[in-house]
């Protein structure tokens, strides 16, 4: 299939309506917490659709129906993890965040331990969220290079210039809003999808079930109980990696991520971000059933096909869809994808300036100049995002898989040094670093020696920090006590 002069049309009126509605719906900003906080008077339900939109992005949209067209549906028991670790996020972390006046997750590690603590956790965030989400820039050029047919660097580039214009003029706000608005923008463009696609089989449903049980596609529980040890901790989808790796990523994502928490502070009170985070997690199961089950669905349209696992849904998409409805699928795409990079550069920069700049270098500079370099440096984080998005264009493993692997990477470092001043009140800041570090640093040896699956990477991560945390206390401690004797 050809695209025609209608789903260019669609898709240019799209990206322009996008751009005018982050302007105009993030208002007028006099303070750089107007910017980056949205002057926390955004309703707790746009917040959670704006959650689900910045984590969803374009790797749900393209990897996850390829990963159960590849597989089966055993992704789902992540899906539940994530939800298990919101509630912790709600229960646990939002409280201490509301205490005081917070304007990014890392502010709470300097009231807690100090500033060494907070800038090291904002460097460590802002070099994984320009290595994830120049994943996610990537994983959108795949589908857009080859239905547009034009070069991946300028799908790259537009997705970029577009978030770019709205998150510099509307500040969080308007990101904000956007997000809640694209994510029933890509939602409904799958749904579409998705009702062509089983019109197109013949018999329907009947033809989807017996296709899928004759190959175990609806396989959603694996156990891993008849795994030995190094099979069981080697396998992502066994359930208690996905149950424990998912509860354990998202108490990360959710709980010591910029990219969501910034959403959570903008809330008004405790209440309101509680039930921004726990609906979210509940939604974010039924999206990913769906998504998944998308999956199954293509693979009874096509069988077994010699073909990477991304680019199955844009080969439905290119060859199969009518005229027109293409553009709405395309301009679904770019709203899962825009919706990430949008929060990402508006994360990055809202981190370097409250956690960096002004701590170290701003405390003498006027309102009005904050701002000024607020802006600035959303411009240079989007330019950095696109020089990252450029490096994974190489790659040959499932997208969703290369930004999940990347954010575990140090998260678990991240989650642990947030734990330990949470629930270990002895642990001071010299301990909870080098804890953060050493987490950090297995972490590279694990992956590099490829000894657990991806999703252990939090979970293991997290047990090194607070347990190496925890042992120097206690030695510290003891130590004091046998001179006091």
Same mark, same amino acid.
């Not at 229960?91 to 965040?97: S, V």
């Not at 409904?188 to 998705?194: H, P, R, T």
């Not at 096909?305 to 849904?313: K, T, Y």
């Not at 002004?358 to 696109?386: C, D, H, M, Q, V």
């Given at each position: 299939?050809?695209?025609?002069?209608? &789903?260019?049309?669609?898709?240019?009126?799209? /990206?322009? %309506?996008?751009?005018?509605?982050?302007?105009?719906?993030?208002?007028?900003? *006099?303070?750089?917490?107007?910017?980056?906080?949205?002057?926390?008077?955004?309703?707790?339900?746009?917040?959670?659709?704006?959650?689900?939109?910045?984590?969803?992005?374009?790797?749900?949209?393209?990897?996850?129906?390829?990963? =159960?067209?590849?597989?089966?549906?055993?992704?789902?028991?992540?899906?539940?993890?994530?939800?298990?670790?919101?509630?912790?996020?709600?229960?646990?972390?939002?409280?201490?965040?509301?205490?005081?006046?917070?304007?990014?997750?890392?502010?709470? @590690?300097?009231?807690?331990?100090?500033?060494?603590?907070?800038?090291?956790?904002?460097?460590?965030?802002?070099?994984?969220? $320009? =290595?994830? &989400?120049?994943? !996610?820039?990537? #994983?959108?050029?795949?589908?857009?290079?080859?239905?547009?047919?034009?070069?991946?660097?300028?799908?790259?580039?537009?997705? #970029?210039?577009?978030? $770019?214009?709205?998150?510099?003029?509307?500040?969080? *706000?308007?990101?904000?809003?956007?997000? %809640?608005?694209?994510?029933?923008?890509?939602?409904?463009?799958?749904? =579409?999808?998705?009702?062509?696609?089983?019109?197109?089989?013949?018999?329907?449903?009947?033809?989807?079930?017996?296709?899928?049980?004759? &190959?175990?596609? $609806?396989?959603?529980?694996?156990?891993?109980?008849?795994?030995?040890?190094?099979?069981?901790?080697?396998?992502?989808?066994?359930?208690?990696?996905?149950?424990?790796?998912?509860?354990?990523?998202?108490?990360?994502?959710?709980?010591?991520?910029?990219?969501?928490?910034? !959403?959570?502070?903008?809330?008004?009170?405790?209440?309101?971000?509680?039930?921004?985070?726990?609906?979210?997690?509940?939604?974010?199961?039924?999206?990913?059933?769906?998504? /998944?089950?998308?999956?199954? @669905?293509?693979?009874?349209?096509?069988?077994?096909?010699?073909?990477?696992? &991304?680019?199955?849904?844009?080969?439905?998409?290119?060859?199969?869809?009518?005229?027109?409805?293409?553009?709405?699928?395309?301009?679904?795409?770019?709203? #899962?994808?825009?919706?990430?990079?949008?929060?990402?550069?508006?994360?990055?920069?809202?981190? %370097?300036?409250?956690?960096?700049?002004?701590?170290?270098?701003?405390?003498?500079?006027?309102?009005?100049?904050?701002?000024?370099?607020? !802006?600035?440096?959303?411009?240079?984080?989007?330019?950095?995002?696109?020089?990252?998005?450029?490096?994974?264009?190489?790659?040959?493993?499932?997208?969703?898989?290369?930004?999940?692997?990347? #954010?575990?990477?140090?998260?678990?470092?991240?989650?642990?040094?947030?734990? $330990?001043?949470?629930?270990?009140?002895?642990?001071?800041?010299?301990?909870?670093?080098?804890?953060?570090?050493?987490?950090?640093?297995?972490?590279?040896?694990?992956?590099?020696?490829? /000894?657990?699956?991806?999703?252990?990477?939090?979970?293991?991560?997290?047990?090194?920090?607070?347990?190496?945390?925890?042992?120097?206390?206690?030695?510290?401690?003891?130590?004091?006590?046998?001179?006091?004797?």
């Amino acid at each position: 299939m050809e695209n025609s002069l209608p &789903d260019y049309i669609i898709i240019a009126s799209y /990206l322009l %309506a996008i751009a005018l509605i982050g302007i105009f719906s993030g208002g007028r900003q *006099k303070s750089v917490k107007d910017y980056f906080l949205g002057a926390k008077e955004i309703p707790w339900w746009i917040v959670c659709f704006s959650i689900i939109a910045a984590e969803t992005s374009a790797l749900t949209f393209i990897s996850i129906p390829g990963l =159960a067209y590849l597989t089966n549906l055993n992704f789902l028991q992540v899906a539940f993890g994530f939800l298990i670790g919101r509630i912790f996020v709600a229960i646990l972390f939002l409280p201490a965040y509301f205490k005081g006046e917070l304007e990014t997750a890392y502010k709470y @590690l300097d009231t807690r331990f100090g500033k060494t603590t907070r800038s090291f956790a904002s460097i460590v965030f802002l070099l994984t969220r $320009l =290595a994830a &989400d120049g994943v !996610r820039l990537f #994983a959108t050029s795949i589908p857009l290079y080859l239905m547009l047919q034009i070069n991946p660097i300028v799908a790259i580039i537009i997705v #970029a210039i577009i978030s $770019l214009i709205y998150t510099y003029t509307g500040g969080i *706000k308007g990101v904000i809003w956007v997000d %809640a608005l694209q994510m029933f923008i890509y939602i409904g463009g799958a749904i =579409a999808a998705g009702i062509i696609l089983l019109n197109l089989l013949p018999g329907g449903w009947d033809t989807v079930l017996k296709s899928a049980a004759t &190959d175990s596609k $609806l396989s959603f529980i694996n156990t891993g109980f008849s795994l030995s040890f190094s099979e069981f901790i080697s396998r992502p989808y066994t359930l208690f990696a996905g149950i424990i790796g998912g509860a354990f990523l998202s108490m990360a994502s959710h709980g010591t991520d910029q990219l969501i928490v910034q !959403r959570l502070l903008a809330t008004k009170d405790l209440k309101e971000a509680k039930k921004a985070v726990i609906g979210s997690g509940i939604i974010i199961v039924f999206q990913f059933t769906f998504f /998944l089950i998308l999956g199954i @669905l293509l693979y009874a349209y096509y069988g077994n096909l010699n073909i990477r696992s &991304d680019e199955i849904f844009p080969k439905f998409i290119i060859e199969v869809l009518p005229v027109g409805v293409s553009g709405i699928i395309i301009a679904g795409l770019l709203a #899962a994808a825009m919706s990430t990079i949008a929060g990402s550069m508006s994360s990055l920069s809202s981190s %370097a300036m409250m956690d960096i700049f002004i701590p170290f270098f701003g405390k003498n500079i006027n309102e009005n100049k904050k701002l000024i370099i607020s !802006r600035i440096l959303t411009i240079f984080f989007a330019l950095l995002l696109i020089l990252f998005a450029l490096i994974f264009v190489e790659s040959s493993q499932a997208v969703v898989e290369v930004a999940l692997s990347i #954010a575990s990477f140090t998260y678990g470092g991240l989650l642990g040094a947030f734990l $330990l001043g949470l629930i270990y009140q002895k642990v001071e800041e010299k301990e909870a670093i080098i804890g953060f570090i050493t987490g950090i640093v297995i972490m590279i040896v694990i992956i590099s020696l490829k /000894l657990v699956a991806w999703t252990w990477f939090t979970f293991v991560g997290v047990i090194v920090t607070v347990l190496v945390g925890s042992m120097l206390t206690w030695i510290k401690n003891s130590k004091l006590k046998n001179k006091a004797n």
